[in-house]
């Protein structure tokens, strides 16, 4: 039995499942049923250009350290226009809800689930973009095999929910729409600032590499000169 308390269910979101024979497919498909209409960006047009964004009802992976994946990734979630239920879950890290709030991201959305087995977290994370109707999931899994990475997939595209996969290692080919890394970088003591690199989208390699800066007073990202 799963060792973690049972989630509050938020109001569900569903949408058509498409089955993905191809990465590429499924992406043109998600389009045309307008399942990505709402996917995060970073506002910025030179990574912008490079993908749909953070399509919704699909699986992205995040590869890099927790501290800064974590800031990295509340700044994305915190520009939801939907303002979507989140549930995050970790093997036991800790997220610090007012370092989350100057990131963009109102702590209020977050559920928290830690629990050190691989395979709680796995079904937390399902459970959440199942019947209890999350619209986003952060799953930190260290290493995670094919059926994790494709369970996750399927859960995401059958509620239009976002799924984000926080791991270590880098599986080729990667079975996600995206994958990025995110590394911590010097900053000017005001602003937190990221290295980030897209390495896959839509099952084909991709090389891109950024450095970036959350600005705090416009609530955007920002591109490092």
Known sequence: ????????????????????????????????FGLGSSAL?????????????FARGALHEIIGEQAAVSG????????????????????GGSLHAPTLGQLGLDHRRLTVVSTPRV??????????????????????????????????????????AFAFLVRQDRPQPSLAATRWSVQAAQS??????WQIALEACDGGAVHGAWLVEWDHAAGAFRLVA
């Open 1 to 32: 039995m799963p060792r973690f308390a049972p989630l509050p269910a938020v109001q569900p979101r569903t949408a058509s499942y498409i089955a993905p024979s191809s990465r590429r497919g499924l992406a043109a498909l998600r389009r045309s």
């Open 41 to 53: 960006t970073f506002g910025i047009p030179q990574i912008d250009a490079l993908t749909d964004g």
């Open 72 to 91: 990295f990734l509340a700044a994305l979630l915190g520009r939801d226009r939907r303002q979507s239920a989140i549930l995050w879950v970790t093997a």
């Open 119 to 160: 395979s709680d977290r796995c079904s937390a994370a399902e459970q959440a973009m199942g019947p209890l109707g999350y619209g986003a999931v952060v799953a930190e899994i260290e290493q995670a095999d094919s059926d994790v990475a494709l369970r996750l997939q399927d859960a995401a595209a059958r509620r239009n």
């Open 188 to 193: 000017d003591g005001f602003r937190p600032c």
